[in-house]
């Protein structure tokens, strides 16, 4: 993450909290109206640091209810779309809907849909050109796994991922894009990339992102890291130059840890 001298980024953090399959859609609005006390006390600065949430489908058009209705500064995403616009479809939901639902925001291959539910690159590639037809920015995932891990490979496989799902894109719509690295041995399993595996990839990913688009695509995209983020380790890799933001599953579900990741900012003063 990258400041200048006026105190502000180059490139606004993205704090993002994916609940995954949790929360119906009481609970999700219960704890998004908590979050948005908490960050109303916290006297929080939503145009310094922009704050998402993916709910489950089902809870979305309650969370709109409630950011409309209140005003409320945090945006929302679908955890995944289509790559149909309409039709005989069964099950998939459009990117029109997440549209009209006042989605900002589309998680795209996050992990635990490329490895449970098989989903290919050329799927993927698919799915965010349709979040481009429907105004909504994709926040696509890409990451290796332990063995590739362990093998060295990382950061070849995970450029792979990301030059098959954003071939055909134009460098006006691959401006807006966000990329989450994900790291798949540090989900939800306590193990952290350090923020030196987090600054690597990223810095890595920027700049396959110059050479695929050009210079200016690759400055303003932003990259977040994903994987067992807490708030007493999301300051040290918001430190890393090219780390603009994290994809939070777990600590997303706990307000007061989650606001805490969002005010990393005053982790950074006080470390
Ligand atoms: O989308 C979020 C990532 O899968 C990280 O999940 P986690 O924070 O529970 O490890």
Redesign the pocket.
Known sequence: MTSSTNGTFDRRPLIAG?W?MNLDHVQGITLLQKLAWTLDDAKHDYSRVEVAV?PPFTDLRGVQTLVKGDDLEIVYGGQDLSPFDSGAYTGDISGQFLEKLGCAYV?VG???RRTIHGESDELLNRKVQAAYRHNVVPVL?VGEGLEIRQAGNHVEHTLGQLREDVAGLSTEQAGNLVV?Y?PVW????GEVAGPGDAQEMCAAIRAELAVIFDESVAARVRLLY????KASNAAAILKERDVDGV??????LDVDEFANIVRFEHHLVTD
């Open positions: 994916n995954k993916f998680l996050h992990s635990e995932c989450a994900e540090a989900i939800g399993t994903g994987g067992s983020v994809l939070v599953g777990g600590a997303s």
